[in-house]
DNA sequence: CGTTAATCTAGAACAAGTTTCAGACTTGAT
DNA sequence: ATCAAGTCTGAAACTTGTTCTAGATTAACG
Protein backbone atom coordinates (compact mmCIF):
# COMPACT_ATOMS: atom_id res chain seq x y z
CA UNK A 1 0.00 0.00 0.00
CA UNK A 2 2.57 2.60 -0.69
CA UNK A 3 1.52 6.31 -1.47
CA UNK A 4 3.06 8.94 -2.83
CA UNK A 5 5.52 10.32 -4.65
CA UNK A 6 5.89 9.72 -8.52
CA UNK A 7 9.29 10.42 -9.17
CA UNK A 8 11.11 7.96 -6.83
CA UNK A 9 9.45 4.39 -6.11
CA UNK A 10 10.32 2.64 -2.86
CA UNK A 11 8.72 -0.44 -2.11
CA UNK A 12 8.16 0.05 1.26
CA UNK A 13 7.56 3.55 2.40
CA UNK A 14 8.85 6.23 -0.04
CA UNK A 15 9.91 10.33 1.02
CA UNK A 16 9.31 12.32 -2.67
CA UNK A 17 12.35 14.86 -2.70
CA UNK A 18 12.19 15.64 1.42
CA UNK A 19 15.66 15.02 1.50
CA UNK A 20 16.56 16.46 4.58
CA UNK A 21 19.87 15.33 5.62
CA UNK A 22 21.41 15.83 2.76
CA UNK A 23 22.83 12.98 -0.05
CA UNK A 24 21.00 10.31 -1.31
CA UNK A 25 20.71 11.04 -5.14
CA UNK A 26 17.32 10.09 -5.45
CA UNK A 27 16.94 6.38 -5.57
CA UNK A 28 15.89 5.91 -9.21
CA UNK A 29 13.95 7.46 -12.07
CA UNK A 30 10.82 5.48 -12.41
CA UNK A 31 10.29 5.30 -16.10
CA UNK A 32 7.08 7.29 -15.72
CA UNK A 33 3.69 5.87 -17.91
CA UNK A 34 2.41 7.82 -21.18
CA UNK A 35 -1.03 8.66 -19.03
CA UNK A 36 1.75 9.74 -16.61
CA UNK A 37 3.42 11.94 -18.60
CA UNK A 38 -0.16 13.29 -20.38
CA UNK A 39 -1.20 14.01 -16.45
CA UNK A 40 1.88 15.77 -15.49
CA UNK A 41 1.62 18.23 -18.79
CA UNK A 42 -2.01 18.73 -18.03
CA UNK A 43 -1.28 19.80 -14.44
CA UNK A 44 1.15 21.75 -15.44
CA UNK A 45 -0.69 23.44 -18.11
CA UNK A 46 -2.79 24.51 -15.63
CA UNK A 47 -0.83 25.74 -13.51
CA UNK A 48 0.41 28.35 -16.17
CA UNK A 49 -2.84 28.97 -17.09
CA UNK A 50 -4.70 30.02 -13.53
CA UNK A 51 -0.70 31.75 -13.02
CA UNK A 52 -1.01 33.74 -15.69
CA UNK A 53 -4.40 35.02 -14.44
CA UNK A 54 -4.06 36.02 -11.29
CA UNK A 55 -0.52 35.24 -9.73
CA UNK A 56 1.04 33.36 -7.28
CA UNK A 57 -2.34 33.00 -4.93
CA UNK A 58 -4.70 32.28 -7.92
CA UNK A 59 -2.73 29.15 -8.00
CA UNK A 60 -5.17 27.03 -5.92
CA UNK A 61 -4.29 23.76 -5.63
CA UNK A 62 -8.16 22.17 -5.61
CA UNK A 63 -8.75 24.53 -8.64
CA UNK A 64 -5.02 23.11 -10.57
CA UNK A 65 -6.73 19.76 -9.17
CA UNK A 66 -9.88 20.34 -11.14
CA UNK A 67 -8.61 22.51 -14.43
CA UNK A 68 -6.52 19.44 -15.03
CA UNK A 69 -9.02 16.70 -14.34
CA UNK A 70 -6.95 14.75 -11.67
CA UNK A 71 -7.66 13.89 -7.88
CA UNK A 72 -6.37 16.60 -5.34
CA UNK A 73 -4.50 13.42 -3.75
CA UNK A 74 -2.64 12.79 -7.22
CA UNK A 75 -1.69 16.32 -7.43
CA UNK A 76 0.07 16.03 -4.66
CA UNK A 77 1.53 13.05 -5.32
CA UNK A 78 3.09 14.52 -8.64
CA UNK A 79 4.03 17.34 -7.19
CA UNK A 80 4.46 17.60 -2.79
CA UNK A 81 3.59 21.11 -2.33
CA UNK A 82 2.39 24.39 -3.99
CA UNK A 83 5.93 25.58 -3.53
CA UNK A 84 7.13 22.37 -5.66
CA UNK A 85 4.39 22.75 -8.56
CA UNK A 86 5.44 26.14 -9.06
CA UNK A 87 9.29 25.55 -8.84
CA UNK A 88 8.39 22.44 -11.59
CA UNK A 89 6.66 25.22 -13.84
CA UNK A 90 9.80 27.17 -13.48
CA UNK A 91 11.98 24.35 -15.02
CA UNK A 92 9.26 23.97 -17.77
CA UNK A 93 9.46 27.82 -18.75
CA UNK A 94 13.10 28.11 -18.88
CA UNK A 95 13.06 25.04 -20.56
CA UNK A 96 11.58 26.91 -23.66
CA UNK A 97 13.27 30.04 -22.95
CA UNK A 98 16.44 28.14 -23.07
CA UNK A 99 15.88 26.30 -26.68
CA UNK A 100 14.36 29.97 -27.85
CA UNK A 101 17.70 31.72 -26.69
CA UNK A 102 19.75 29.19 -28.17
CA UNK A 103 18.46 29.65 -32.12
CA UNK A 104 19.01 33.33 -32.05
CA UNK A 105 22.34 33.95 -29.73
CA UNK A 106 23.83 37.54 -28.61
CA UNK A 107 25.56 39.33 -30.56
CA UNK A 108 27.35 41.77 -27.92
CA UNK A 109 31.16 42.33 -28.37
CA UNK A 110 32.46 41.49 -25.00
CA UNK A 111 30.92 38.38 -22.94
CA UNK A 112 29.74 40.63 -20.61
CA UNK A 113 27.39 42.15 -23.09
CA UNK A 114 26.47 39.29 -24.47
CA UNK A 115 25.34 37.75 -20.85
CA UNK A 116 23.47 41.35 -20.33
CA UNK A 117 21.56 40.90 -23.44
CA UNK A 118 20.80 37.51 -22.44
CA UNK A 119 19.52 38.61 -19.12
CA UNK A 120 17.45 41.45 -20.99
CA UNK A 121 15.85 38.85 -23.85
CA UNK A 122 14.87 36.72 -20.79
CA UNK A 123 13.67 39.46 -18.98
CA UNK A 124 11.37 40.54 -21.04
CA UNK A 125 10.10 36.97 -21.97
CA UNK A 126 9.02 36.80 -18.12
CA UNK A 127 7.54 40.43 -18.47
CA UNK A 128 4.99 39.08 -21.22
CA UNK A 129 3.49 37.60 -18.30
CA UNK A 130 4.12 39.24 -15.63
CA UNK A 131 1.75 37.29 -12.89
CA UNK A 132 3.18 34.06 -14.01
CA UNK A 133 6.72 35.63 -13.43
CA UNK A 134 5.79 36.25 -9.94
CA UNK A 135 4.09 33.51 -9.35
CA UNK A 136 7.33 31.87 -10.07
CA UNK A 137 9.43 33.67 -8.90
CA UNK A 138 7.84 33.89 -5.21
CA UNK A 139 7.99 30.07 -5.14
CA UNK A 140 11.44 30.14 -6.14
CA UNK A 141 13.06 32.10 -3.50
CA UNK A 142 10.07 31.37 -0.79
CA UNK A 143 11.07 27.48 -1.15
CA UNK A 144 12.92 25.95 1.84
CA UNK A 145 14.81 23.01 2.16
CA UNK A 146 12.23 20.49 1.27
CA UNK A 147 12.47 21.98 -2.54
CA UNK A 148 16.51 22.53 -2.15
CA UNK A 149 17.07 19.78 -5.28
CA UNK A 150 14.44 21.20 -7.34
CA UNK A 151 15.68 24.96 -7.01
CA UNK A 152 19.51 23.77 -7.93
CA UNK A 153 17.90 22.00 -10.83
CA UNK A 154 16.76 25.70 -11.91
CA UNK A 155 19.55 27.19 -10.68
CA UNK A 156 21.63 25.06 -13.03
CA UNK A 157 19.59 25.74 -15.65
CA UNK A 158 19.84 29.58 -15.28
CA UNK A 159 24.05 28.88 -15.21
CA UNK A 160 23.65 27.14 -18.39
CA UNK A 161 22.06 29.96 -19.88
CA UNK A 162 24.69 32.76 -18.68
CA UNK A 163 27.45 30.41 -19.57
CA UNK A 164 26.23 29.99 -23.24
CA UNK A 165 25.93 33.52 -23.42
CA UNK A 166 29.52 33.68 -22.08
CA UNK A 167 30.58 31.61 -25.23
CA UNK A 168 30.47 28.59 -24.13
CA UNK A 169 33.01 27.75 -22.31
CA UNK A 170 33.55 24.44 -20.76
CA UNK A 171 35.68 24.74 -18.01
CA UNK A 172 34.72 28.15 -16.50
CA UNK A 173 37.33 29.17 -13.49
CA UNK A 174 35.98 29.27 -9.85
CA UNK A 175 36.20 33.19 -10.50
CA UNK A 176 33.98 33.18 -13.41
CA UNK A 177 31.30 30.62 -11.41
CA UNK A 178 31.56 33.24 -8.37
CA UNK A 179 30.55 35.94 -11.10
CA UNK A 180 27.79 33.39 -12.43
CA UNK A 181 26.21 32.84 -9.42
CA UNK A 182 26.08 36.61 -8.17
CA UNK A 183 24.65 37.37 -11.59
CA UNK A 184 22.03 35.05 -11.17
CA UNK A 185 21.00 36.12 -8.05
CA UNK A 186 21.06 40.02 -9.14
CA UNK A 187 18.79 38.76 -11.89
CA UNK A 188 15.86 37.15 -9.64
CA UNK A 189 16.16 39.61 -7.22
CA UNK A 190 15.62 42.22 -9.81
CA UNK A 191 12.93 40.34 -11.51
CA UNK A 192 11.21 40.19 -7.84
CA UNK A 193 11.73 43.69 -7.32
CA UNK A 194 10.40 44.91 -10.33
CA UNK A 195 7.36 42.86 -10.64
CA UNK A 196 6.90 44.33 -6.79
CA UNK A 197 6.73 47.45 -7.86
CA UNK A 198 9.75 48.37 -5.91
CA UNK A 199 12.06 49.53 -9.25
CA UNK A 200 11.46 50.54 -12.51
CA UNK A 201 12.76 48.81 -16.28
CA UNK A 202 15.68 51.52 -16.30
CA UNK A 203 16.74 50.75 -13.06
CA UNK A 204 16.33 46.86 -13.81
CA UNK A 205 18.29 47.12 -17.21
CA UNK A 206 21.23 49.92 -15.65
CA UNK A 207 22.00 47.37 -12.58
CA UNK A 208 21.48 44.54 -14.88
CA UNK A 209 24.66 45.90 -17.24
CA UNK A 210 26.68 46.60 -13.83
CA UNK A 211 26.18 43.20 -12.23
CA UNK A 212 27.36 42.06 -15.64
CA UNK A 213 30.76 44.31 -15.61
CA UNK A 214 31.77 41.44 -13.34
CA UNK A 215 32.29 38.91 -15.98
CA UNK A 216 35.31 41.59 -17.63
CA UNK A 217 36.76 41.39 -14.15
CA UNK A 218 37.18 37.88 -14.58
CA UNK A 219 37.60 37.24 -17.67
CA UNK A 220 40.88 39.61 -18.26
CA UNK A 221 43.07 39.87 -15.09
CA UNK A 222 42.83 36.80 -13.53
CA UNK A 223 45.01 33.19 -13.58
CA UNK A 224 42.89 30.92 -15.67
CA UNK A 225 42.72 27.40 -15.10
CA UNK A 226 42.56 26.08 -18.70
CA UNK A 227 43.20 28.55 -21.81
CA UNK A 228 41.69 25.86 -23.90
CA UNK A 229 40.75 27.76 -27.34
CA UNK A 230 37.41 27.10 -27.49
CA UNK A 231 34.79 28.53 -30.08
CA UNK A 232 34.07 32.10 -27.82
CA UNK A 233 32.18 34.03 -30.34
CA UNK A 234 30.16 31.83 -32.57
CA UNK A 235 27.70 29.59 -30.80
CA UNK B 1 -16.73 51.55 14.58
CA UNK B 2 -13.12 52.42 12.69
CA UNK B 3 -11.41 49.53 13.20
CA UNK B 4 -7.67 48.12 12.06
CA UNK B 5 -4.62 49.31 11.31
CA UNK B 6 -2.42 51.04 14.50
CA UNK B 7 -0.58 53.51 12.18
CA UNK B 8 -2.66 55.38 10.24
CA UNK B 9 -5.94 56.72 11.80
CA UNK B 10 -8.32 58.15 9.63
CA UNK B 11 -11.60 58.52 10.56
CA UNK B 12 -13.80 56.53 7.89
CA UNK B 13 -12.48 53.90 6.47
CA UNK B 14 -8.65 53.21 7.05
CA UNK B 15 -6.04 50.87 5.70
CA UNK B 16 -2.71 50.01 6.55
CA UNK B 17 -0.01 50.19 4.08
CA UNK B 18 -2.15 48.42 1.42
CA UNK B 19 -1.16 52.03 -0.94
CA UNK B 20 -1.61 49.77 -3.90
CA UNK B 21 -2.00 52.65 -6.22
CA UNK B 22 1.32 54.13 -5.29
CA UNK B 23 1.57 57.54 -3.91
CA UNK B 24 -0.30 58.87 -0.35
CA UNK B 25 2.96 58.85 1.95
CA UNK B 26 0.93 57.03 4.96
CA UNK B 27 -1.62 59.82 6.07
CA UNK B 28 0.32 60.70 9.42
CA UNK B 29 1.57 59.39 12.36
CA UNK B 30 -0.36 58.37 14.83
CA UNK B 31 1.28 59.23 17.82
CA UNK B 32 0.45 55.73 19.50
CA UNK B 33 0.26 55.48 23.29
CA UNK B 34 2.55 54.08 26.09
CA UNK B 35 0.63 50.75 26.49
CA UNK B 36 0.46 50.61 22.97
CA UNK B 37 4.40 51.11 22.12
CA UNK B 38 4.68 48.51 24.98
CA UNK B 39 2.47 45.93 23.15
CA UNK B 40 4.13 46.15 19.71
CA UNK B 41 7.02 45.34 21.80
CA UNK B 42 5.51 42.73 23.17
CA UNK B 43 4.35 41.58 20.12
CA UNK B 44 8.14 41.53 18.13
CA UNK B 45 9.77 40.00 21.15
CA UNK B 46 7.55 37.18 20.62
CA UNK B 47 8.13 37.16 17.06
CA UNK B 48 11.98 36.85 17.20
CA UNK B 49 11.73 34.23 20.16
CA UNK B 50 9.38 31.92 18.22
CA UNK B 51 11.22 32.21 14.94
CA UNK B 52 14.52 31.19 16.69
CA UNK B 53 12.74 27.87 17.68
CA UNK B 54 11.68 27.16 14.47
CA UNK B 55 12.03 29.42 11.96
CA UNK B 56 9.17 30.72 9.53
CA UNK B 57 6.66 27.96 10.47
CA UNK B 58 7.07 28.40 13.63
CA UNK B 59 6.11 31.97 13.50
CA UNK B 60 2.29 31.04 14.22
CA UNK B 61 -0.14 34.46 14.83
CA UNK B 62 -2.43 32.34 17.34
CA UNK B 63 1.38 31.76 19.08
CA UNK B 64 2.21 34.94 18.60
CA UNK B 65 -0.91 36.55 20.11
CA UNK B 66 -1.44 34.22 22.90
CA UNK B 67 2.47 34.72 23.42
CA UNK B 68 2.97 38.21 23.61
CA UNK B 69 -0.53 38.51 25.84
CA UNK B 70 -2.30 40.14 22.75
CA UNK B 71 -5.62 39.15 21.04
CA UNK B 72 -5.75 38.31 17.94
CA UNK B 73 -7.77 41.05 16.31
CA UNK B 74 -5.05 43.20 18.07
CA UNK B 75 -2.46 41.72 16.36
CA UNK B 76 -3.47 41.77 13.02
CA UNK B 77 -4.23 45.04 13.60
CA UNK B 78 -0.51 45.91 14.58
CA UNK B 79 0.77 44.07 11.81
CA UNK B 80 -1.47 42.87 8.60
CA UNK B 81 0.11 39.85 7.76
CA UNK B 82 2.85 37.54 8.98
CA UNK B 83 4.73 39.53 6.56
CA UNK B 84 4.17 42.19 7.49
CA UNK B 85 5.15 41.06 11.33
CA UNK B 86 8.04 39.36 9.66
CA UNK B 87 9.49 42.33 8.00
CA UNK B 88 9.05 44.28 10.20
CA UNK B 89 10.95 42.33 12.84
CA UNK B 90 13.55 42.56 10.42
CA UNK B 91 13.67 46.05 10.54
CA UNK B 92 13.65 45.89 14.72
CA UNK B 93 16.82 43.90 14.02
CA UNK B 94 19.03 45.53 11.14
CA UNK B 95 18.65 48.61 13.57
CA UNK B 96 20.27 46.30 16.26
CA UNK B 97 22.84 45.38 13.75
CA UNK B 98 23.12 49.19 12.57
CA UNK B 99 24.03 50.26 15.84
CA UNK B 100 26.55 47.67 16.11
CA UNK B 101 28.33 48.09 13.16
CA UNK B 102 28.74 51.73 13.75
CA UNK B 103 30.81 51.38 16.88
CA UNK B 104 33.41 49.37 15.37
CA UNK B 105 33.32 50.67 11.56
CA UNK B 106 35.56 48.13 8.73
CA UNK B 107 39.60 48.42 9.03
CA UNK B 108 39.77 47.42 5.34
CA UNK B 109 41.79 49.54 2.97
CA UNK B 110 39.52 49.59 0.17
CA UNK B 111 36.06 50.63 0.10
CA UNK B 112 35.53 47.33 -1.45
CA UNK B 113 37.53 45.50 1.18
CA UNK B 114 35.22 47.78 3.81
CA UNK B 115 31.72 46.55 2.55
CA UNK B 116 32.75 43.17 2.19
CA UNK B 117 34.22 43.09 5.89
CA UNK B 118 31.02 44.57 6.95
CA UNK B 119 28.94 42.19 5.13
CA UNK B 120 30.38 39.02 6.24
CA UNK B 121 29.58 40.78 9.82
CA UNK B 122 26.30 41.18 9.55
CA UNK B 123 26.01 37.80 7.97
CA UNK B 124 28.06 36.40 11.40
CA UNK B 125 25.30 38.35 13.30
CA UNK B 126 22.45 36.58 11.18
CA UNK B 127 24.04 33.49 11.44
CA UNK B 128 24.14 32.84 15.30
CA UNK B 129 20.00 32.40 14.96
CA UNK B 130 19.88 30.75 11.52
CA UNK B 131 15.82 30.06 12.13
CA UNK B 132 15.21 33.59 12.82
CA UNK B 133 17.31 34.41 10.37
CA UNK B 134 15.86 31.98 7.77
CA UNK B 135 11.83 33.32 8.78
CA UNK B 136 12.89 37.59 8.40
CA UNK B 137 14.55 36.52 4.67
CA UNK B 138 12.02 34.02 3.51
CA UNK B 139 9.37 37.11 4.67
CA UNK B 140 11.19 39.70 2.80
CA UNK B 141 11.43 37.89 -0.43
CA UNK B 142 7.91 37.22 -0.13
CA UNK B 143 6.24 39.59 0.20
CA UNK B 144 4.39 41.32 -2.41
CA UNK B 145 3.07 44.53 -3.17
CA UNK B 146 1.50 45.14 -0.05
CA UNK B 147 4.36 45.09 1.91
CA UNK B 148 6.22 46.93 -0.51
CA UNK B 149 6.44 50.21 1.74
CA UNK B 150 7.94 47.84 4.70
CA UNK B 151 10.18 46.12 2.45
CA UNK B 152 11.72 49.16 1.30
CA UNK B 153 12.44 50.60 4.21
CA UNK B 154 14.47 47.87 5.07
CA UNK B 155 16.19 47.97 1.88
CA UNK B 156 16.87 51.56 2.95
CA UNK B 157 18.30 50.25 5.82
CA UNK B 158 20.73 48.18 3.93
CA UNK B 159 21.77 50.68 1.78
CA UNK B 160 22.62 52.72 4.44
CA UNK B 161 24.79 50.29 5.84
CA UNK B 162 26.94 49.45 2.70
CA UNK B 163 27.19 53.56 2.22
CA UNK B 164 28.43 53.78 5.81
CA UNK B 165 30.73 50.93 4.79
CA UNK B 166 31.95 52.90 1.80
CA UNK B 167 32.89 56.06 3.86
CA UNK B 168 29.99 57.25 4.58
CA UNK B 169 29.53 59.47 1.80
CA UNK B 170 26.80 61.63 0.85
CA UNK B 171 26.54 62.13 -2.58
CA UNK B 172 26.87 58.87 -4.19
CA UNK B 173 26.88 58.57 -7.92
CA UNK B 174 24.32 56.53 -10.09
CA UNK B 175 26.47 54.23 -10.49
CA UNK B 176 27.48 53.84 -7.42
CA UNK B 177 23.78 53.72 -5.92
CA UNK B 178 23.32 50.42 -8.70
CA UNK B 179 26.52 48.68 -7.40
CA UNK B 180 24.88 49.15 -4.11
CA UNK B 181 21.87 47.38 -4.68
CA UNK B 182 23.25 44.86 -7.28
CA UNK B 183 25.28 44.26 -3.41
CA UNK B 184 22.15 43.98 -1.67
CA UNK B 185 20.55 41.73 -3.70
CA UNK B 186 23.13 39.64 -3.84
CA UNK B 187 24.05 39.84 0.01
CA UNK B 188 20.39 38.68 0.51
CA UNK B 189 20.58 36.10 -2.04
CA UNK B 190 23.65 34.39 -0.92
CA UNK B 191 22.03 34.44 2.59
CA UNK B 192 18.88 32.86 1.72
CA UNK B 193 21.05 30.04 0.07
CA UNK B 194 22.61 29.58 2.42
CA UNK B 195 20.56 29.31 4.81
CA UNK B 196 18.91 26.91 2.52
CA UNK B 197 21.95 24.36 2.67
CA UNK B 198 22.76 24.98 -0.91
CA UNK B 199 25.61 27.12 -0.77
CA UNK B 200 28.22 26.88 2.00
CA UNK B 201 29.97 29.37 3.73
CA UNK B 202 33.10 29.32 1.31
CA UNK B 203 31.08 30.23 -1.21
CA UNK B 204 29.13 33.01 0.29
CA UNK B 205 32.29 34.48 1.19
CA UNK B 206 33.50 34.37 -2.19
CA UNK B 207 30.54 35.81 -3.85
CA UNK B 208 30.36 38.62 -1.51
CA UNK B 209 34.20 39.46 -1.92
CA UNK B 210 33.33 39.22 -5.69
CA UNK B 211 30.53 41.16 -5.59
CA UNK B 212 32.06 43.99 -3.89
CA UNK B 213 34.65 44.42 -6.87
CA UNK B 214 31.93 46.35 -8.24
CA UNK B 215 32.53 49.12 -5.90
CA UNK B 216 36.10 49.76 -6.49
CA UNK B 217 35.38 49.52 -10.45
CA UNK B 218 32.65 52.48 -10.26
CA UNK B 219 34.67 54.13 -7.48
CA UNK B 220 37.77 55.04 -10.28
CA UNK B 221 37.21 54.46 -14.08
CA UNK B 222 33.97 55.77 -14.56
CA UNK B 223 32.80 59.41 -15.80
CA UNK B 224 30.70 60.01 -12.84
CA UNK B 225 27.99 62.82 -12.76
CA UNK B 226 29.27 65.06 -10.26
CA UNK B 227 32.70 65.06 -10.25
CA UNK B 228 32.75 66.39 -6.86
CA UNK B 229 35.97 66.16 -4.59
CA UNK B 230 33.81 64.36 -2.04
CA UNK B 231 35.98 62.34 0.57
CA UNK B 232 36.07 59.08 -1.26
CA UNK B 233 38.39 57.29 0.71
CA UNK B 234 39.28 58.47 3.81
CA UNK B 235 35.45 57.92 5.72
C1' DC C 1 -17.92 62.07 36.79
C1' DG C 2 -20.34 60.96 32.03
C1' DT C 3 -20.15 60.59 27.13
C1' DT C 4 -18.33 59.00 23.06
C1' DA C 5 -15.16 57.28 19.83
C1' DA C 6 -11.44 54.30 19.44
C1' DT C 7 -9.22 50.15 20.97
C1' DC C 8 -8.93 45.58 22.89
C1' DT C 9 -10.65 40.80 23.93
C1' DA C 10 -12.56 36.24 23.23
C1' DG C 11 -14.04 33.37 20.16
C1' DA C 12 -16.45 31.84 16.03
C1' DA C 13 -16.12 31.58 11.16
C1' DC C 14 -13.90 31.31 6.72
C1' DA C 15 -10.19 30.20 3.15
C1' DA C 16 -6.72 27.54 1.14
C1' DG C 17 -2.76 24.29 1.72
C1' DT C 18 -2.15 19.61 3.12
C1' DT C 19 -3.34 14.91 4.83
C1' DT C 20 -6.05 10.88 5.14
C1' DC C 21 -9.13 7.10 3.82
C1' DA C 22 -11.94 3.74 1.53
C1' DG C 23 -12.83 2.03 -2.59
C1' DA C 24 -12.31 1.72 -7.85
C1' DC C 25 -8.98 1.25 -11.54
C1' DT C 26 -4.36 -0.09 -13.90
C1' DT C 27 -0.48 -2.58 -14.58
C1' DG C 28 2.78 -6.30 -14.59
C1' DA C 29 3.88 -10.93 -13.74
C1' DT C 30 2.53 -15.45 -13.51
C1' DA D 1 -7.31 -14.76 -16.86
C1' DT D 2 -5.91 -13.83 -12.27
C1' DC D 3 -3.65 -11.98 -8.42
C1' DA D 4 -0.89 -8.46 -6.06
C1' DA D 5 0.96 -4.09 -5.97
C1' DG D 6 0.70 0.28 -7.12
C1' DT D 7 -2.25 4.39 -8.65
C1' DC D 8 -6.18 7.30 -9.00
C1' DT D 9 -10.57 9.24 -7.28
C1' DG D 10 -13.85 11.66 -4.32
C1' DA D 11 -14.68 13.39 -0.15
C1' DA D 12 -13.88 14.53 4.49
C1' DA D 13 -10.74 16.18 7.94
C1' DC D 14 -7.09 18.96 9.73
C1' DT D 15 -3.99 23.16 10.03
C1' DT D 16 -2.95 27.78 10.04
C1' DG D 17 -3.51 32.48 8.06
C1' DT D 18 -7.12 35.85 8.00
C1' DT D 19 -11.67 38.04 8.88
C1' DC D 20 -15.70 39.13 11.54
C1' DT D 21 -18.71 40.07 15.61
C1' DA D 22 -20.34 41.42 20.06
C1' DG D 23 -19.21 43.05 24.12
C1' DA D 24 -15.64 44.99 27.63
C1' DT D 25 -11.94 48.66 28.29
C1' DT D 26 -9.59 52.77 27.63
C1' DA D 27 -8.73 57.58 26.47
C1' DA D 28 -9.87 62.17 25.42
C1' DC D 29 -12.91 65.81 26.48
C1' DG D 30 -16.57 68.35 28.47
Redesign the pocket.
Known amino acids: ???RN?GG?V?KVDNPAANASGRSPRPAA?PL?E??RE?RRRILHATARLACRGGF?A?????VAESS??????L???F????HLLVATMHDQLEQLHGTLRKSPPAGETAADRVAQTLMRAFGALQREPRLAEAMARALTFADRSVSPEVDQVSRQTTAIILDAMGGLENPTPEQLSAVRVIEHTWLSTLITWLSGRASLAQVRVDIGTVCRLIDLTDAGVRVQTPRPGPVGSG
Chains 1, 2 share one sequence.
Not at 59 to 63: H, I, L
Not at 69 to 74: E, I, K, S
Open positions: MPDVKTPTRQREVQMREQVALGTYRYPSKV
